[in-house]
């Protein structure tokens, strides 16, 4: 689908605040806010817009602090479908909130959200390396989250000045 300025000037505006009120929108695009609702609403229509997403820093919320991993999946594509099929058998399950297909030395990346280190081991070892396509799996725990889809997390008041002696 070919975007027009304006539309592409909207999702932008879109993708770094869905909460941005219409009427406001209305006037960085030069356009009027029943223009601004028809082309939300295509977009919306055309899967441009797919969802409107929160993002929360659950470590500051007691008893939220959960684990997320990034797994290395290496699996033999199946023919006719490549890695279509084992990829969507992936992201069905609940704990996975991404998969990509990779270059290098890995096929696809897996990204999960459990409540301990436990159960993410429980689904590496009993749902995804269980099915067939899968060869070998790598793990990498996150331990500290800095940026995610743009939004810093945390931005201390600290001097970043470098200290230069004598």
């Not at 960085?28 to 929360?56: D, G």
């Amino acid at each position: 689908m070919k975007l027009t300025e304006k539309e592409i000037e909207i999702v932008e505006l879109l993708e770094k605040n869905a909460r941005l009120p219409i009427d406001t929108m209305a006037k960085m695009v030069s356009l009027s806010v029943s223009e601004v609702e028809h082309i939300i609403k295509k977009l919306e229509e055309a899967k441009v817009i797919v969802q409107y997403a929160t993002i929360v820093d659950w470590r500051k919320v007691d008893g939220h602090e959960g684990v997320t991993a990034m797994i290395d999946v290496k699996v033999t594509p199946k023919r006719g479908v490549g890695f279509d099929e084992v990829a969507e058998r992936i992201y069905r399950f609940p704990e996975v909130k991404s998969v990509y297909l990779m270059s290098g030395a890995y096929d696809l990346s897996v990204v999960i959200e459990g409540r301990s280190m436990s159960e993410i081991a429980h689904f590496v070892s009993e749902k995804l390396s269980t099915l067939d396509s899968v060869i070998s799996t790598t793990t990498h725990f996150i331990l500290k989250k800095y940026k995610h889809d743009g939004t810093v997390f945390e931005q201390g008041d600290q001097d970043r000045r470098i200290v230069v002696a004598p």
